[in-house]
C-alpha cells in the first residue's frame, strides 16, 4: 500500500515539475518574443530619412578669349556670377540593413547608407560681356556650372555640414544602443561590438 501511495506520489510530483517546466519555457519564449518585437519597433522607428541643410555663396569672374590672326586680334567674354546654393547632407536610414539574433541577444547592422549630398544652385549674370565672334554658349554655362559645384564641394568639405549630419546620424543609432543595453542585448557593427556613441563615430568615415 505505502509502495502504491509513493508511487502516485512520485507521478503527480513529476507531472506538477513538467508542468512548471513547460510554463517556464513558454514565458521565457514569450519575453524573447516581446524583446526581439520592441527592437525591431525601434529600428523601425529610426528607419527615416535625416536631412541636414546648409546654404553657401560666393561670387566668381569668368573670361575666355577666342585669338585670331597668330593672336593679334581677341575677341574676349566675360562675366561677374553670383551663386547663392542650398545644400543638403542625407542619410536614408530606411536602406539601413541589419541582423536580429536571438539566441545570443545580438543585433548586428550590416550596413549604413553612404551620405548624400544634393547641391542646388542659382547662378545669376551680371556685367555680361562678350562679341558677335566669341558670344556666350551652352559650353559656357556647363563649363561654369562645372566649376561652381566642384568649388562648393570644396567649401562643403571644409565646412561643418557634414560632420553634423554625422552626428545626426549617429543620435538616431544611439537610440538602437540604448535600448540594447537596457535589455541586456549587444550592438555589433564592423566586427566590434558597440557600447557607446563615440564607437559608432570611430567607425563611421565621412
Same mark, same amino acid.
Given at each position: 500500500?505505502?509502495?502504491?501511495?509513493?508511487?502516485?506520489?512520485?507521478?503527480?510530483?513529476?507531472?506538477?515539475?513538467?508542468?512548471?517546466?513547460?510554463?517556464?519555457?513558454?514565458? *521565457? +519564449?514569450?519575453?524573447?518574443?516581446?524583446?526581439?518585437?520592441?527592437?525591431?519597433?525601434?529600428?523601425?522607428?529610426? +528607419?527615416?530619412?535625416?536631412?541636414?541643410?546648409?546654404?553657401?555663396?560666393?561670387?566668381?569672374?569668368?573670361?575666355?578669349?577666342?585669338?585670331?590672326?597668330?593672336?593679334?586680334?581677341?575677341?574676349?567674354?566675360?562675366?561677374?556670377?553670383? %551663386?547663392?546654393?542650398? &545644400?543638403?547632407?542625407?542619410?536614408?536610414?530606411?536602406?539601413?540593413?541589419?541582423?536580429?539574433?536571438?539566441?545570443?541577444?545580438?543585433? =548586428?547592422?550590416?550596413?549604413?547608407?553612404?551620405?548624400?549630398?544634393?547641391?542646388?544652385? *542659382?547662378? $545669376?549674370?551680371?556685367?555680361?560681356?562678350?562679341?558677335?565672334?566669341?558670344?556666350? =554658349? +551652352?559650353?559656357?554655362?556647363?563649363?561654369?556650372?562645372?566649376? &561652381?559645384?566642384?568649388?562648393?564641394?570644396?567649401?562643403? +568639405?571644409?565646412?561643418?555640414?557634414?560632420?553634423?549630419?554625422?552626428?545626426?546620424?549617429?543620435?538616431?543609432?544611439?537610440?538602437?544602443?540604448?535600448?540594447?543595453?537596457?535589455?541586456?542585448?549587444?550592438? $555589433?557593427?564592423?566586427?566590434?561590438? %558597440?557600447?557607446?556613441?563615440?564607437?559608432?563615430? $570611430?567607425?563611421?568615415?565621412?
Amino acid at each position: 500500500m505505502l509502495k502504491k501511495i509513493l508511487i502516485v506520489i512520485g507521478i503527480v510530483a513529476a507531472v506538477f515539475l513538467l508542468f512548471r517546466f513547460c510554463e517556464f519555457k513558454n514565458r *521565457d +519564449g514569450t519575453t524573447q518574443e516581446y524583446n526581439t518585437n520592441l527592437i525591431q519597433q525601434q529600428i523601425v522607428n529610426v +528607419g527615416k530619412l535625416i536631412v541636414t541643410e546648409g546654404h553657401f555663396s560666393q561670387i566668381m569672374t569668368y573670361k575666355d578669349q577666342d585669338k585670331y590672326l597668330m593672336d593679334m586680334l581677341s575677341f574676349e567674354k566675360k562675366a561677374l556670377i553670383v %551663386i547663392n546654393a542650398d &545644400v543638403t547632407v542625407a542619410y536614408d536610414l530606411r536602406q539601413m540593413k541589419y541582423d536580429i539574433d536571438e539566441k545570443s541577444k545580438t543585433i =548586428t547592422i550590416l550596413s549604413i547608407p553612404k551620405e548624400e549630398i544634393k547641391i542646388s544652385p *542659382d547662378i $545669376q549674370f551680371y556685367n555680361v560681356e562678350q562679341s558677335k565672334l566669341n558670344p556666350f =554658349t +551652352g559650353d559656357d554655362y556647363n563649363k561654369i556650372n562645372k566649376k &561652381v559645384k566642384a568649388d562648393l564641394a570644396v567649401k562643403i +568639405g571644409k565646412s561643418t555640414l557634414k560632420s553634423n549630419a554625422k552626428n545626426r546620424l549617429v543620435s538616431e543609432l544611439a537610440k538602437i544602443l540604448i535600448l540594447t543595453n537596457t535589455m541586456g542585448w549587444k550592438l $555589433q557593427y564592423e566586427n566590434q561590438v %558597440i557600447t557607446t556613441e563615440t564607437d559608432f563615430n $570611430q567607425k563611421i568615415k565621412l
